[in-house]
């Protein structure tokens, strides 16, 4: 491993020794305790207030370079404004945040089992960190200070890595952040940043040291984590949701719902990029839904049928954009999350062809059906495979704060460890831990077949460790 | 993909297909009820008790052609009595293996996560299956049998590939599972069965349609396919366990749990590899603790220092097994998993040595402390960064029948899903639904800053899905 990384305090290290020494922090911190963690994070706050000026300094110096980026062509101006962690309450929120993790419930040391094995043994399983996380964001600086939070917060260390646009803003942080470690009961090695791709690809490989690797950003950079590394990947590449106008569907509904879960916020995941209607509603809800899209400057990717209901309807073939925004749909488009203000339609027989088509087509993520019928609504829910089912409610619903998980560390549409948004829960496992008070010690040959049998009777009650 | 499989109708499907046919399966059985799959197992068990003699037949050519192998000298005669279904009530076990299985509680459907987010929008987290598992095993027949069932169980569909040596009986047992599919809500593709280790290797690549790998069997075979996945696999290569002798240790519970650690079933990954002996008790409890394991027939890998205990007790240094059993440890024994009567000792100074020897050695798999001290009992537990560390019981209760799971899918090392002894929880994950009752239908717009703010009521008192 030759690939090496700054650290504050100027000493080149390798993938391998970031990782290990990450490993080794987070072995030591086994005995910090809840209280500790969320003294840490305030004396964190504490340290970055006390260096606003340096980090406004260093963001600077990110924000200048992208700007030369902008003027030759390289980046776009929507990039830089998310660099910008000078302008407005922006900074004082970051600090806020580190406050709101904080005084969030601990996700450790809850016991999620609890059962006596035997007259005097007992059984507990209670969650605790997963061990390091490395974490692999876009170009928003704050998110080091954030993930920075959420890391401790859950006892885990961390390794981040930022876009290289906001390289001397996160530097910094991180060097406020680790100056903070370095006088409190965590290792300053808890929280590690690296700047370079390849140092990304050869932590990678670092699945002796590295538990679960979080890519946070464009479709390409978690697929191309996601087959690089041998480590658990918690992420989403695509966000393909749909929304399905069931034959029953309310008309006031459906076009809200098929508005706000296209336009509410075009580019975010959990908007809708496919639009399924029903055969029953080709000359009666859709032609409405269809205007209220069109007046949003929505694109319609129709096919054959969604398009003839169109045309058959004059309010919508004589509205002003029907020439420029409804255009005729390709098989591509219903597996293209387009992230902008553009849906793909289909007119679909039965909900069970919606299901298909959805659990062919969808990125399982999130998924929506409108229905004035609670059966169909019941089947939706069941039948589509996804992170999120709904039921006349906006696909923009899925995500940590709207549910109330408190935070977001991402979204999932993975099928293992965590599904959909993922809160603090997402960065705990558990262990098993037994306690003998047995006069002989507690023995496994003395227990089976014509021996003692397990007594495997619950412990009501207990949510934290008793010892 | 040109890899292909004979299946039960001789038709020739690729992994892809297989992959494909089986994820297809699993979307087509979404509203299958916890009953129809209950009763798919009972309909399971008719088929293979109707079909007791066919199975025999299937068995004796695998018996016939391992006993070959055996006078090569190619095959162990061990081995051989594993692949045995004719044995005693081996094949009635695995009979009644499927309808204990049916009568463990379903893992799916449970609401663990309710709350209002507006006054009429429910949110719901809902455990449902994982999707498609691919579980590799060694030869014992009946394994195809039990992963069955508890893939049926949770609602999973199941690829399975079996060690090549019960090839005609996983075979036949897979075509009678999938007649008793056929005339099942289940679709046949719900369970299949794979030969080739070539098919293996093109299945590992199916991420699109296969969720999670079960490698069951060796080290060699565990690693190797965590290598070759970028599927979430669940399992443990290596069971390296540690007995650590704290300085309060009493004499009958060293004795007694570390002859059982290690003796009690010396192939089981839940075995003693390692024993550490705090240094005071180098005189005392040690040498006692040795002369058990010697007249058990261990082999004992001494460091200096515990050599020196042994030397020093005339009742040890005079045993008949001394001087074939009592040895030098090399630095690899640590790191070794002996699998057999063998058991490499170290002296510590200190539980917090004992722990960071154990966190850098162990598999993080269980280790166990004996100690008086109530304190260090705690201490040991969350320091050790292992998915069981127990106080004065034996590391052989790691276990999921034990721990009163039920049954167990396997023990997982990862720390990510699910850790130590997996029970059918483990073989599920959850999603969200979200059922709207407003009369226009909830979208996002509405809520946020200046706006609607979000409810956030827990619904107490859910267990199951109210529709």
Redesign the interface.
Known sequence: MTTTSGTSNGILKSAEEIAKAAKAA??ES??VTTEQRNDVLESIRRALQASRDKVFEANRLDLEAAEKEVQAGRLSQQLVKRLDLTKGSKFDDMLQGISDVAALPDPTGHVTYA?N?DEE?E?Y?VTCP??VLLVIFESRPEVVVNITALAIKSGNAAILKGGKESAHTAALLTSIVQSALSTSPLSPSFIQSVQTRQEISALLSQDRYI??VIPRGSNALVRSI??A??I?V?GHPDGLCAVYLDASA?G???V??A??AKC?YPSACNSAETLLVHESLITTVWPKVALALLDKGVQLRCDAASLAGLRSSSEVSNNKSFASLVREVTTEDYDTEFLDLILAVKVVSSLSQAV?HI?AHSSHHTDAI?TEN?EN???F???V??????????T???DGF???LGTEVGIST????A???VGLEGLV??????????G??????E?GTGKKP?L?QKIQGVTRLP?
């Open positions: 987070y072995e086994q005995l059962t094995l043994m059984l399983r997963i061990g538990d679960l996601q087959k590394s041998r658990a918690m309310d006031t509904k459906a809200r719902i508005v706000d509410d298909q659990n409108v609670a609504g019941t089947l829910c069941r039948a495979d996804s992170a999120g089912t709904f039921v006349n409610a906006s923009r619903f899925a709207r549910y109330g993975g099928r293992t460890h599904r959909g948004p496992i558990y262990k098993y831990m037994i306690r003998s008070a047995d002989k010690g507690s023995i496994a040959g227990f397990f495997h010892f």
